[in-house]
């Protein structure tokens, strides 16, 4: 099952710097789309920086790291890791695309695996995609599916048991099954300023890849398998 998995996680962030810098129509679209969710009253400048990154509509994608499962003679698990990311969204959705496609030839079972990527990276991808006017592969063509049709190896999904009202936080259920966690020097909530102002987009992918470690390693837990070993984790660069 664990070879049947590629793992991913993303990084998105505002698709503009700032609420003001967006022309007036997506400003209204905008203040239109959160009216329900928001309280009223609130500062739009406020909310778009709250929410914007995770809203397809108004956000883009600046990283997404994959990685898969392999075990060595002694049927140790290694997992080795590559992260697409930059400013041109189109080419990081290409790449992805092409690894997908690659996948599916070498694995016609292959799964997508991830914390509550069902709910969020997942349909994140595929409405970036359509906006980007780019094809879908095969994988991501999910919108006539049925549930139990879309295969996903979502943890969140597994620690619900069927309780469709829990949620729980990647940072909590590593914590929860005593597994290291990914947020060391950032956290979410600061990507959209270590990438506008800071400028430090290494910094955001090196957090997105421990993201998918944490993740790797409660499927690991799920199993009843060891946690991986630092030195059986490989990154490639290329």
Known sequence: ??????????????????????????????????????????DPEESYRKKAGILAEFGRIICISTAFFHADEQGQWHLKMKSMYGDDEVEILRIFTQLCEKMQLANPHFQFAGHNIREFDIPYIGRRMLINNLSLPFCLQLQDRKPWEAKMFDTLSWWKF?????????????????????????????????????????????????????????ILRFLQQPILKPENIIVVTA
């Open 1 to 42: 099952m664990l070879k049947d998995l590629l793992l991913l996680d993303i990084e998105t962030v505002p698709a503009c710097s700032s609420f003001t810098s967006m022309d007036p129509d997506w400003q209204r679209l905008f203040c239109d789309k959160i009216s329900k969710t928001v309280p009223e009253g609130t």
């Open 162 to 218: 069927g309780d469709h009202k829990n949620y729980v936080s990647l940072d909590l259920l590593a914590h929860v099954l005593g597994i290291p966690s990914s947020k060391t020097d950032m956290d979410g909530s600061m990507v959209q300023d270590v990438y506008y102002i800071d400028k430090d987009l290494k910094r955001i992918v090196a957090y997105c890849e421990r993201d998918v470690v944490v993740t790797a390693n409660i």
